[in-house]
């Protein structure tokens, strides 16, 4: 067995739009620096007319504000439900799915206003948007019609949220999101034109105290509409705390903040008070569900603070991102599930040099990045999360040696500010882990974290694991 080297791939494949931001393209363009900050309120939080109340109660103490709203809960999926039903030609489904989701809303309507004149406002953009809804019923389905159909969400949520901060008298205006939310081709968001746009528009609208706008949808290049995938609404508000170069970014949610380990999974999870935007990076892209995982960069390379709130619970201080890391030591750690493992397995690896690059090239080619990866002197493994292309890179991949893969794998990753030496952070990762069956290991590649493959089976217990023998 020749020496073993494990080493990790930068996962945060957002290169696009850092280059766009450090090169500062787009900045030409005539921007106001507006001391606002920017709040985003995810479906729990807009879920029910009580919650649209406290939302409207916490955003409205004066202070000059932009405010992204995502759909309600459970809306964003029954949309998904309605375009599958329609794709697969089940109209029948689809309109009951509609019909019940249009009832959830006439009830949200009946319960949320004061007074008839709302009402009948908010009942007329109901009907309007399940009239459009239902318009693609009789229509071959493209690939468009789920993208229009997912969008209705938070068109509704803002629609309606905004009609109840008028009816209240607070001076609000509604800014259309697919009026300055861009995507280039690759579906990155394009930050110059949404600095632009942003800028009109604000500069267009009459200047009030609360500017509220949908999160998650956007228009592609073709000036179709388009989103920036699920849990967007957190990208959203980043993207526009950047583009406006706000003084801070609020992710408003159902939980006190960023906890040590997944709540969904794990007893005994704790709030965590600070984040560096390098460990906040990781763990929403290794699979905490409270942060999109694109969300950290735009905020970090403009020095923007990001805080976690919980709008069931105000007046907790929540957890504060930014650039200083709090102390040293394991912090957190969360799981990404749906991986798959490649093993490449040659002999021509032996003493070669530009092997890894011929592999490398092969993903490539497909546009799949890959997560981890370790070596040895006759096998490389990685990973990858999209499998879109899997059958042909491995079909490519067989002319180096033997292929195997791996479905069903999760990974684990642990972060913190680890200085090694001082720790012993290592010895102590793989006693919590004895007995876990462990796939992969990448360690090294930064000082913030080590990550492991498990197979997705033993996600929990290795969470579980990790909660009761390294976090409490
Ligand atoms: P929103 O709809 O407000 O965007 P999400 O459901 O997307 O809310 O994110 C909040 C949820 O993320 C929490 O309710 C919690 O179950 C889940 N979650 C997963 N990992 C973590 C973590 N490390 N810290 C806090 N919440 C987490
Ligand atoms: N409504 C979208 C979703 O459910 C976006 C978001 O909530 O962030 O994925
Ligand atoms: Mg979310």
């Not at 363009?29 to 709040?39: I, Q």
């Not at 985003?40 to 939080?45: A, I, M, N």
């Not at 389905?141 to 997912?150: F, L, Q, R």
């Not at 796939?439 to 990550?451: K, L, P, Q, T």
Request: proline share 3%.
């Amino acid at each position: 067995m020749g020496k073993v080297k494990f080493f990790h791939i930068c996962a945060l494949n957002l290169s696009p739009l850092l280059r766009q931001l450090s090169d500062g393209e787009g900045q030409g363009a005539e921007v106001k620096k507006l001391n606002m900050k920017v709040y985003k309120f995810g479906g729990t939080s807009v879920g029910s007319p009580d919650n649209m109340r406290m939302v409207m109660k916490i955003i409205t103490d004066g202070e000059q504000k932009l405010v992204v709203l995502s759909a309600m809960s459970g809306t964003t999926n029954s949309l998904l439900q309605i375009s599958g039903a329609i794709a697969s030609g089940e109209k029948e489904n689809a309109a009951g799915i509609a019909s019940q989701l249009e009832k959830k809303y006439e009830k949200v309507v009946s319960e949320l206003y004061a007074n008839e004149v709302s009402r009948q406002k908010a009942m007329a953009v109901v009907y309007e948007v399940f009239g459009l809804i239902r318009s693609f019923f009789d229509i071959p389905y493209t690939e468009k019609t789920e993208k229009v159909i997912v969008a209705q969400g938070e068109l509704i949520s803002t629609q309606l949220f905004t009609l109840l901060m008028v009816e209240a008298g607070f001076s609000t205006v509604l800014l259309p999101a697919l009026d300055f939310m861009r995507v280039d081709d690759e579906r990155a968001a394009y930050l110059p034109a949404i600095r632009t746009l942003l800028a009109e528009l604000m500069g267009s609208s009459p200047e009030v105290d609360y500017y509220i706008t949908q999160g998650f949808i956007c228009r592609n290049p073709q000036g179709e509409i388009d989103n920036l995938e699920r849990g967007g609404s957190d990208y959203t508000a980043s993207l526009i705390g950047a583009a406006i170069n706000s003084e801070e970014i609020q992710i408003w949610t159902d939980i006190d903040g960023f906890h040590n380990n997944d709540p969904r999974y794990v007893d005994h999870t704790r709030k965590i008070d600070q984040l560096s935007f390098l460990e906040a990076a990781e763990l929403a892209y290794f699979g905490a569900k409270i942060l999109h995982p694109q969300t950290v960069l735009p905020a970090r390379v403009q020095n923007i603070p990001v805080r976690l709130k919980n709008t069931m619970n105000p007046s907790d201080s929540g957890t504060l991102i930014t650039t200083e890391s709090d102390g040293t030591g394991i912090k957190a750690v969360a799981a990404k599930d749906g991986i798959t493992a490649i093993k490449i397995r040659s002999a021509r690896m032996l003493m070669a040099y530009g092997f890894l690059k011929r592999v490398f090239e092969i993903f490539e080619k497909y546009k799949t990045p890959i997560d981890m990866i370790s070596t040895s002197e006759v096998a490389v493994s990685l990973t990858i999360d999209n499998t879109k292309f899997l059958d042909q890179i491995s079909e490519e991949l067989l002319a180096f040696g033997e292929v195997e893969v791996d479905r069903d794998m999760s990974i684990i990753c642990i972060v913190g500010d680890i200085i090694t030496e001082e720790t012993g952070f290592a010895s102590r990762v793989f006693n919590a882990l004895d007995g876990i069956p462990i796939r992969m290991i990448s360690y090294g590649g930064s000082r913030f974290n080590i990550s492991v493959l498990v197979p997705t089976a033993h996600k929990k217990s290795t969470l579980q694991t990790l909660s009761d023998k390294l976090l409490n």
